[in-house]
């Protein structure tokens, strides 16, 4: 294979951090190439040089053998080189044919041509297999569409090098193996493909070749058939990383949360139970209502039928803040949306949940205790940040995850009959970390607390949880012992086989 790009000596550094340290990186024509390392590692300011978002300080950057300059992402495009981020980059009030085509839309003059902006956007869906209504907005679209809609968008300029960042984040079983399907029609067309994932099962499925970064420099290199996954997660986290013993001793607990036949738009007739020292895992394809079941458990959105139960009470949850106060707090999915204050730093947002907790009661805040919480927090997950005063905006996409997840472990010290659910916890997070939360989990249901999660990765939920429930198209059909299921059970219930 030819090679395609190529980064020699590649360096990048911030204030207090070096993010890249003489990068060496090569994609060939028509393969995949896993980029892997923990959040913090260098993964996402390489991809950021890659695609003109950043500058590098230092190296040089090769396309076709030719040496080039890439000052912006207009510079990259040029090049063929596109990139589809973690974080979406769709507006949320445009359709899904104007978010495709947008800034390539069909004029006359000054007014755009609607029918042929649809008529584009619709070969484009159909040249991938995608099935969307051209008119719908992207904000009533669910995760793994709005995902979709991102790499067609990347497609309209027939690129030669994509890079996907964390692509199969969102999507479902199916979704995924659409989208590997897709990934292989590039490569016969010899495009080069960036991967990067957290996912091992998925990079090596999909990948031809890959490269692992730790603090910025690259460890290892080379064809997949040199590596095992043991190996990879090694070099990955350069330690050995923490095993969560499955054959936990449940804590029984009395029940803390029920519904009895809840409704809401996304769903109907849901009847479940968590009880305190159980972790509970809810499983489903994308759509199926599980992130809208827990958005209304934690008043996020409205339910229109049905009982919310705490403790045998029945009680009405008419807001985020209600819920907080009855206990139950959310850990979302959508992070930069819904978890984080993006205008704030690492401590801030560590802290803005127990700002109560360490007040003297005269409005006056005790910052040496706020700041020894969030320290411990920072530790207790790892999170790379160069301060506890680096705004949030500029960690990693894991890193982020990460501090939406310690602002509720600094506010809960005591996490007895609390109530904790987490909507695709380890999302967008390294292997080390992903093992890490896991154990930090199981450890908050051994202490009392009442778990309740949603993941698309059935592996996780068959980890962590002691009972199951899996939705389909809105309903629960099926409820049980994590050990009455199998994964290959679970798919088949999911999708009604």
Request: proline residues 3%; glycine residues 10%; aromatic residues 4%.
């Amino acid at each position: 294979m030819d090679t395609l790009l190529h980064l020699t000596g590649v360096s990048k550094r911030y204030p207090g951090v070096t993010a890249l340290d003489n990068v060496d990186f090569t994609l060939r024509s028509g393969e995949v190439h896993a980029l892997l390392g923990v959040n913090g590692a260098g993964k996402s300011t390489l991809v950021k040089i890659i695609c003109g978002a950043e500058p590098p300080d230092s190296g040089t950057m090769k396309f076709k053998n030719e040496t080039i300059q890439v000052n912006d992402t207009a510079d990259a495009m040029r090049h063929g080189i596109v990139v589809v981020y973690q974080e979406r980059t769709l507006i949320p009030h445009f359709t899904v044919a104007e978010n495709i085509l947008l800034g390539m839309e069909p004029t006359n003059g000054q007014l755009i041509r609607r029918r042929e902006l649809n008529q584009q956007a619709e070969q484009l869906l159909k040249r991938l297999g995608v099935d969307l209504d051209l008119n719908t907005e992207i904000l009533d679209l669910g995760a793994g569409q709005q995902q979709l809609v991102d790499i067609v968008r990347a497609l309209r300029t027939e690129p030669r090098v994509m890079v996907l960042d964390e692509p199969t984040a969102a999507l479902s079983q199916g979704e995924t193996k659409h989208l590997f399907e897709l990934l292989k029609q590039f490569k016969s067309q010899g495009i080069g493909i960036i991967f990067v994932s957290h996912r091992l099962d998925e990079v090596f499925e999909i990948s031809d070749s890959l490269t692992i970064l730790r603090d910025g420099r690259v460890v290892s290199s080379g064809p997949i058939s040199e590596y095992t996954p043991a190996r990879v997660t090694q070099e990955i986290v350069g330690r050995n990383v923490a095993k969560l013993e499955t054959d936990y001793k449940t804590a029984s607990g009395p029940v803390l949360l029920e519904t009895q036949e809840l409704a809401s738009e996304a769903f109907t007739g849901v009847n479940l139970k968590i009880a305190g020292g159980e972790v509970v895992g809810l499983a489903g394809v994308v759509g199926a209502g599980r992130t809208e079941l827990l958005e209304t458990l934690v008043g996020f959105r409205r339910a229109l039928g049905g009982k919310i139960m705490l403790e045998g009470k029945q009680v009405q949850i008419k807001s985020p803040a209600h819920a907080i106060r009855h206990g139950i707090v959310l850990v979302p999915d959508k992070r930069i949306e819904k978890g984080l204050l993006n205008r704030m730093n690492v401590l801030e947002n560590l802290t803005v949940s127990s700002l109560k907790r360490y007040s003297n009661g005269l409005g006056w805040l005790q910052q040496k205790k706020l700041s020894d919480v969030a320290v411990k927090t920072v530790d207790q997950l790892r999170i790379a940040s160069p301060s506890l005063t680096t705004p949030v905006q500029s960690l990693s996409g894991g890193n982020k995850q990460k501090v939406v997840f310690g602002k509720w472990l600094a506010w809960s010290e005591d996490v007895k009959d609390l109530i904790f659910m987490f909507d695709e916890p380890t999302e967008g997070v390294d292997v080390g970390a992903r093992a890490d939360m896991w154990v930090i989990i199981r450890n908050l249901a051994a202490q009392g607390a009442a778990v309740l999660v949603t993941s698309s990765d059935l592996d996780e939920l068959m980890e962590i949880s002691d009972r199951l429930y899996v939705m389909r198209r809105g309903r629960i059909v099926s409820e049980g012992a994590r050990q009455n299921y199998t994964h290959d059970s679970m798919l088949q219930l999911m999708m009604g086989v």
